[in-house]
Protein backbone atom coordinates (compact mmCIF):
# COMPACT_ATOMS: atom_id res chain seq x y z
CA UNK A 1 0.00 0.00 0.00
CA UNK A 2 1.32 3.64 -0.44
CA UNK A 3 0.24 6.15 1.91
CA UNK A 4 -1.99 9.23 0.28
CA UNK A 5 -3.84 10.09 3.09
CA UNK A 6 -5.33 13.33 2.57
CA UNK A 7 -4.56 13.47 -1.14
CA UNK A 8 -7.91 14.19 -3.51
CA UNK A 9 -7.76 12.31 -6.49
CA UNK A 10 -9.70 13.41 -10.05
CA UNK A 11 -10.30 10.33 -12.37
CA UNK A 12 -12.05 11.05 -15.56
CA UNK A 13 -14.24 7.53 -16.30
CA UNK A 14 -14.78 6.60 -13.26
CA UNK A 15 -18.03 5.22 -13.38
CA UNK A 16 -17.51 2.21 -14.46
CA UNK A 17 -14.15 -0.65 -15.42
CA UNK A 18 -11.07 0.29 -15.21
CA UNK A 19 -11.75 3.97 -13.96
CA UNK A 20 -14.44 2.67 -11.15
CA UNK A 21 -11.28 0.53 -9.36
CA UNK A 22 -8.90 3.19 -10.01
CA UNK A 23 -11.44 5.55 -7.94
CA UNK A 24 -12.12 2.60 -5.10
CA UNK A 25 -7.97 1.70 -4.75
CA UNK A 26 -7.11 5.44 -4.25
CA UNK A 27 -9.74 5.85 -1.55
CA UNK A 28 -8.38 2.43 0.28
CA UNK A 29 -5.19 4.31 -0.52
CA UNK A 30 -6.43 7.73 1.75
CA UNK A 31 -7.59 9.90 -1.23
CA UNK A 32 -10.97 11.84 -1.35
CA UNK A 33 -11.92 11.13 -5.19
CA UNK A 34 -13.76 13.20 -7.58
CA UNK A 35 -15.32 11.22 -10.76
CA UNK A 36 -15.94 13.27 -13.82
CA UNK A 37 -17.88 11.26 -16.24
CA UNK A 38 -20.83 11.22 -18.47
CA UNK A 39 -22.61 8.30 -16.78
CA UNK A 40 -24.15 9.89 -13.80
CA UNK A 41 -25.82 7.03 -12.62
CA UNK A 42 -23.13 4.59 -12.91
CA UNK A 43 -20.82 7.04 -11.24
CA UNK A 44 -23.21 7.12 -7.44
CA UNK A 45 -22.58 3.57 -7.61
CA UNK A 46 -18.70 4.26 -7.37
CA UNK A 47 -18.98 6.62 -5.14
CA UNK A 48 -21.33 4.55 -2.74
CA UNK A 49 -17.83 2.31 -3.36
CA UNK A 50 -15.61 4.61 -1.86
CA UNK A 51 -18.06 5.57 0.82
CA UNK A 52 -17.97 2.54 2.19
CA UNK A 53 -14.18 3.48 2.64
CA UNK A 54 -14.53 6.03 4.69
CA UNK A 55 -13.43 8.45 2.10
CA UNK A 56 -15.27 11.36 0.31
CA UNK A 57 -16.12 11.22 -3.34
CA UNK A 58 -17.83 13.81 -5.61
CA UNK A 59 -19.89 13.18 -8.80
CA UNK A 60 -19.08 15.28 -11.36
CA UNK A 61 -21.21 14.80 -14.12
CA UNK A 62 -19.42 16.37 -17.27
CA UNK A 63 -18.21 15.37 -20.88
CA UNK A 64 -14.60 15.28 -21.27
CA UNK A 65 -14.98 16.40 -24.37
CA UNK A 66 -16.12 19.63 -23.88
CA UNK A 67 -13.79 22.07 -22.52
CA UNK A 68 -16.16 24.35 -20.81
CA UNK A 69 -17.82 21.33 -18.83
CA UNK A 70 -14.18 19.86 -17.96
CA UNK A 71 -13.07 23.31 -16.51
CA UNK A 72 -16.42 23.72 -14.42
CA UNK A 73 -16.18 19.77 -13.24
CA UNK A 74 -11.99 21.12 -11.83
CA UNK A 75 -13.88 24.03 -10.11
CA UNK A 76 -16.11 22.06 -8.36
CA UNK A 77 -13.78 19.63 -7.59
CA UNK A 78 -11.31 22.44 -6.27
CA UNK A 79 -14.29 24.01 -3.98
CA UNK A 80 -15.21 20.93 -2.37
CA UNK A 81 -11.33 19.50 -1.89
CA UNK A 82 -9.69 22.89 -2.26
CA UNK A 83 -6.81 21.32 -4.34
CA UNK A 84 -5.59 18.84 -7.36
CA UNK A 85 -3.37 16.52 -6.30
CA UNK A 86 -3.96 13.50 -8.18
CA UNK A 87 -5.38 13.51 -11.81
CA UNK A 88 -6.58 9.91 -13.32
CA UNK A 89 -7.28 10.74 -17.39
CA UNK A 90 -9.33 7.45 -18.06
CA UNK A 91 -12.10 8.34 -20.03
CA UNK A 92 -11.95 6.79 -23.35
CA UNK A 93 -14.22 5.28 -26.11
CA UNK A 94 -13.62 2.71 -28.85
CA UNK A 95 -14.57 2.19 -32.29
CA UNK A 96 -13.96 -1.24 -33.97
CA UNK A 97 -13.59 -1.69 -38.02
CA UNK A 98 -11.46 -0.57 -41.01
CA UNK A 99 -10.37 2.55 -42.35
CA UNK A 100 -12.40 2.23 -45.56
CA UNK A 101 -15.10 1.94 -43.36
CA UNK A 102 -14.38 4.25 -41.09
CA UNK A 103 -16.66 7.81 -40.97
CA UNK A 104 -14.28 11.21 -40.69
CA UNK A 105 -17.26 11.97 -37.90
CA UNK A 106 -16.40 8.56 -35.98
CA UNK A 107 -12.48 9.35 -36.13
CA UNK A 108 -13.27 13.19 -34.84
CA UNK A 109 -15.95 11.54 -32.15
CA UNK A 110 -12.99 9.12 -31.26
CA UNK A 111 -10.15 11.69 -30.52
CA UNK A 112 -12.93 14.07 -29.44
CA UNK A 113 -12.59 11.96 -26.13
CA UNK A 114 -9.83 9.89 -25.93
CA UNK A 115 -7.13 12.91 -26.85
CA UNK A 116 -8.84 16.26 -26.78
CA UNK A 117 -10.17 14.84 -23.63
CA UNK A 118 -6.92 14.23 -21.56
CA UNK A 119 -5.92 17.60 -22.72
CA UNK A 120 -8.75 19.81 -21.72
CA UNK A 121 -8.35 18.07 -18.16
CA UNK A 122 -4.53 18.72 -18.18
CA UNK A 123 -5.10 22.63 -19.14
CA UNK A 124 -8.06 22.89 -16.70
CA UNK A 125 -5.46 21.58 -13.49
CA UNK A 126 -1.75 22.07 -14.59
CA UNK A 127 -1.82 26.07 -13.50
CA UNK A 128 -3.11 24.75 -10.16
CA UNK A 129 -0.45 21.98 -9.38
CA UNK A 130 2.37 24.16 -10.89
CA UNK A 131 1.37 27.11 -8.29
CA UNK A 132 1.61 23.98 -5.72
CA UNK A 133 5.23 22.79 -7.45
CA UNK A 134 3.00 19.57 -6.78
CA UNK A 135 1.07 16.87 -8.68
CA UNK A 136 0.69 13.79 -10.23
CA UNK A 137 -0.91 13.50 -13.90
CA UNK A 138 -1.72 9.31 -14.54
CA UNK A 139 -3.08 9.34 -18.27
CA UNK A 140 -4.59 6.07 -19.11
CA UNK A 141 -3.27 4.88 -23.12
CA UNK A 142 -3.18 1.45 -24.04
CA UNK A 143 -0.52 -1.06 -25.83
CA UNK A 144 -2.48 0.00 -28.40
CA UNK A 145 -0.93 3.65 -28.31
CA UNK A 146 2.35 2.00 -28.97
CA UNK A 147 1.57 -0.37 -32.38
CA UNK A 148 -0.96 0.38 -34.54
CA UNK A 149 -3.63 -2.72 -34.75
CA UNK A 150 -5.78 -3.69 -37.76
CA UNK A 151 -9.40 -2.19 -36.88
CA UNK A 152 -8.55 -0.01 -34.35
CA UNK A 153 -7.03 2.95 -36.54
CA UNK A 154 -8.96 5.92 -34.81
CA UNK A 155 -8.28 4.50 -30.96
CA UNK A 156 -4.84 3.60 -31.57
CA UNK A 157 -3.92 7.09 -33.46
CA UNK A 158 -6.15 8.88 -29.98
CA UNK A 159 -3.39 6.93 -27.85
CA UNK A 160 -0.83 7.25 -30.04
CA UNK A 161 -1.70 10.98 -29.22
CA UNK A 162 -1.93 10.84 -25.46
CA UNK A 163 1.74 9.21 -24.96
CA UNK A 164 2.91 12.16 -27.42
CA UNK A 165 0.96 14.66 -25.19
CA UNK A 166 2.51 12.59 -22.02
CA UNK A 167 6.20 13.13 -22.74
CA UNK A 168 5.86 16.55 -24.16
CA UNK A 169 3.75 17.19 -20.95
CA UNK A 170 6.11 15.70 -18.65
CA UNK A 171 9.16 17.63 -20.19
CA UNK A 172 7.27 20.77 -19.67
CA UNK A 173 6.45 20.31 -16.31
CA UNK A 174 9.30 18.06 -14.69
CA UNK A 175 11.46 21.56 -13.44
CA UNK A 176 7.56 22.77 -11.42
CA UNK A 177 7.29 19.72 -9.37
CA UNK A 178 4.45 17.78 -11.45
CA UNK A 179 5.01 14.53 -13.22
CA UNK A 180 3.22 13.00 -15.93
CA UNK A 181 3.02 9.76 -16.53
CA UNK A 182 0.64 7.23 -18.56
CA UNK A 183 -0.26 3.47 -18.01
CA UNK A 184 -0.77 0.97 -21.17
CA UNK A 185 -3.09 -1.65 -20.26
CA UNK A 186 -3.43 -4.36 -22.44
CA UNK A 187 -6.17 -7.25 -22.49
CA UNK A 188 -8.20 -6.20 -19.40
CA UNK A 189 -11.80 -7.56 -19.17
CA UNK A 190 -15.01 -6.95 -17.57
CA UNK A 191 -15.43 -3.56 -18.51
CA UNK A 192 -17.70 -1.96 -20.78
CA UNK A 193 -15.39 -1.02 -23.59
CA UNK A 194 -14.22 -4.92 -23.54
CA UNK A 195 -17.62 -5.83 -23.93
CA UNK A 196 -18.51 -4.01 -26.45
CA UNK A 197 -15.07 -5.10 -28.29
CA UNK A 198 -15.69 -8.28 -28.17
CA UNK A 199 -19.21 -7.89 -29.38
CA UNK A 200 -18.15 -6.68 -32.36
CA UNK A 201 -15.51 -9.00 -33.00
CA UNK A 202 -17.82 -11.76 -32.83
CA UNK A 203 -20.00 -9.84 -35.24
CA UNK A 204 -16.66 -9.49 -37.39
CA UNK A 205 -15.56 -13.46 -36.54
CA UNK A 206 -12.35 -12.01 -34.96
CA UNK A 207 -11.27 -13.57 -31.95
CA UNK A 208 -12.52 -12.23 -28.17
CA UNK A 209 -10.58 -11.47 -25.49
CA UNK A 210 -10.59 -14.45 -23.33
CA UNK A 211 -9.79 -16.84 -26.75
CA UNK A 212 -6.57 -14.37 -27.29
CA UNK A 213 -5.42 -15.51 -23.44
CA UNK A 214 -2.95 -17.70 -24.66
CA UNK A 215 -0.72 -15.06 -26.49
CA UNK A 216 -0.69 -13.84 -23.37
CA UNK A 217 2.63 -14.43 -21.66
CA UNK A 218 1.31 -13.68 -17.73
CA UNK A 219 -1.21 -16.61 -19.26
CA UNK A 220 -4.38 -14.69 -18.09
CA UNK A 221 -6.06 -11.41 -19.19
CA UNK A 222 -5.99 -8.34 -16.74
CA UNK A 223 -8.00 -7.44 -14.40
CA UNK A 224 -9.40 -3.58 -13.49
CA UNK A 225 -7.33 -3.86 -10.04
CA UNK A 226 -4.07 -4.77 -12.30
CA UNK A 227 -4.33 -1.68 -13.50
CA UNK A 228 -5.50 0.67 -10.74
CA UNK A 229 -1.95 -0.84 -8.48
CA UNK A 230 0.55 0.90 -10.96
CA UNK A 231 -1.63 3.85 -11.13
CA UNK A 232 -1.35 3.90 -6.81
CA UNK A 233 2.21 3.31 -7.48
CA UNK A 234 2.43 6.63 -10.00
CA UNK A 235 0.30 8.58 -7.65
CA UNK A 236 2.60 7.86 -4.86
CA UNK A 237 6.03 9.19 -3.53
CA UNK A 238 7.70 6.39 -4.36
CA UNK A 239 8.01 6.89 -8.08
CA UNK A 240 8.83 11.06 -7.39
CA UNK A 241 11.54 10.50 -9.94
CA UNK A 242 9.32 8.94 -12.64
CA UNK A 243 8.38 11.33 -15.58
CA UNK A 244 7.70 10.70 -18.99
CA UNK A 245 6.82 6.92 -18.93
CA UNK A 246 3.95 5.03 -20.71
CA UNK A 247 4.16 2.03 -18.82
CA UNK A 248 2.82 -1.21 -20.44
CA UNK A 249 0.39 -3.30 -18.02
CA UNK A 250 -0.39 -6.03 -20.30
CA UNK A 251 0.94 -9.50 -18.90
CA UNK A 252 4.26 -9.53 -20.94
CA UNK A 253 1.78 -9.15 -24.37
CA UNK A 254 3.42 -5.90 -25.32
CA UNK A 255 7.20 -5.55 -24.13
CA UNK A 256 8.21 -2.22 -26.32
N1 LIG B 1 -10.39 -2.65 -21.24
C1 LIG B 1 -9.28 -2.77 -21.94
O1 LIG B 1 -8.92 -3.88 -22.37
C2 LIG B 1 -8.39 -1.58 -22.17
C3 LIG B 1 -7.19 -1.80 -22.86
C4 LIG B 1 -6.35 -0.73 -23.10
C5 LIG B 1 -6.69 0.53 -22.65
N2 LIG B 1 -7.87 0.73 -21.99
C6 LIG B 1 -8.17 2.08 -21.57
O2 LIG B 1 -8.56 2.08 -20.19
C7 LIG B 1 -9.47 3.16 -19.95
C8 LIG B 1 -10.73 2.63 -19.28
O3 LIG B 1 -11.29 1.67 -20.13
P1 LIG B 1 -12.43 0.63 -19.68
O4 LIG B 1 -12.16 -0.61 -20.41
O5 LIG B 1 -12.58 0.66 -18.22
O6 LIG B 1 -13.70 1.33 -20.40
P2 LIG B 1 -15.23 1.52 -19.93
O7 LIG B 1 -15.98 1.74 -21.19
O8 LIG B 1 -15.65 0.39 -19.06
O9 LIG B 1 -15.17 2.86 -19.06
C9 LIG B 1 -14.98 4.12 -19.70
C10 LIG B 1 -15.59 5.20 -18.83
O10 LIG B 1 -15.40 6.45 -19.51
C11 LIG B 1 -16.65 7.15 -19.44
N3 LIG B 1 -16.73 8.09 -20.57
C12 LIG B 1 -16.91 7.80 -21.87
N4 LIG B 1 -16.99 8.93 -22.60
C13 LIG B 1 -16.84 9.96 -21.73
C14 LIG B 1 -16.83 11.37 -21.88
N5 LIG B 1 -17.00 11.96 -23.07
N6 LIG B 1 -16.64 12.13 -20.77
C15 LIG B 1 -16.50 11.55 -19.54
N7 LIG B 1 -16.52 10.23 -19.35
C16 LIG B 1 -16.68 9.44 -20.43
C17 LIG B 1 -17.71 6.07 -19.51
O11 LIG B 1 -18.99 6.53 -19.07
C18 LIG B 1 -17.10 5.02 -18.61
O12 LIG B 1 -17.40 5.28 -17.26
C19 LIG B 1 -9.71 3.81 -21.30
O13 LIG B 1 -8.85 4.92 -21.46
C20 LIG B 1 -9.33 2.72 -22.28
O14 LIG B 1 -8.95 3.24 -23.55
C21 LIG B 1 -8.73 -0.31 -21.75
Redesign the pocket.
Known amino acids: MYNLDGRSALI??????????IATRLAEEGCDIGI????GI??EETAHAVAATGRRCVVLE?????YD?VQGAVARFRDEFGKVDIVS??????TVGSVMDLAVEEWRRVF???AD?VLHVCKAVVPHMVERRSGRII???????KIGKPNYSA?SAS?FA?IGLTQSLAAELAPLGVTVNA???????????????DEKSVQQGLPT?KERESLIPIGR??V?DD?ARVVAFLASDESAYMTGQSINVTGGLWMH
Request: with cysteine; proline share 3%; net charge positive.
Open positions: TGGAVGIGRRVDVDAAADVGDQNNAAIVRINGNTASWFGYKVVCPGTIVGTRMRDAAAVGPI
